[in-house]
């Protein structure tokens, strides 16, 4: 009766030895292959955009934080989109993408509160108007202004909304 209680016990230790033997564990593949990436991170924003006041400020306090704790920072690239949603304008859609504003390069960053690298951006509603190449006349209540920020590693990695 005993030789009966024993061998499922041999059977399952055998089975649990054979299945753990394997060289190609899911934890050896993950760890062999995956990056650390980084964040930009907003501290503080102010001001807003007024299609009254194109003249008014909008500002942003950004932190960066990547594995080395901002050592591999190289430049941070400012894009800004304009999103025509009404077209009604005489030119139809106006919407322009990607169009280059701004470089924040590794210098412009200071060691902040929390010993990570911060850099301060400000712009006005004029100013990304102008990169557009759009005139406050094309611009109309639901119209978006979008910033995007783009991460470059001095290893030649970068980072953007998309790589989230």
């Keep these: ?34 990056t650390s990436g980084a964040v930009l991170r907003t501290l503080e924003k102010s001001g807003s955009f007024d299609m009254f ?20 920072i190289e430049r941070v690239d400012i894009t800004v989109d304009f999103v025509d949603n009404n077209k009604t304008g005489p030119s139809g859609d ?5 169009v280059a504003f701004a470089t924040l390069a590794a210098t412009d960053f200071t060691l902040g509160e929390r010993g ?15 990169a557009l190449g759009v005139t406050l006349d094309q611009v109309l209540p639901g119209d978006r202004i979008a910033i995007n920020l783009e991460l470059f590693f001095t290893d030649g990695r970068s980072f953007k909304a998309d790589d989230a």
């Design 94 to 98: 106006a919407t322009n993408l990607g």
């Design 116 to 130: 990570l690298p911060t850099a301060d951006f400000s712009y006005t509603m004029q100013e990304a108007l102008t």
């Design 1 to 34: 009766m005993k030789k009966i209680h024993l061998y499922p016990i041999v059977i399952t230790f055998l089975a649990l030895f054979i299945a753990c033997e394997s060289d190609d564990k899911v934890v050896d593949e993950v760890l062999g292959t995956y």
């Design 53 to 72: 006041r194109v003249e008014r400020v909008f500002a942003v306090t950004l932190e960066e934080q990547d594995e080395q704790n901002g050592e591999l």
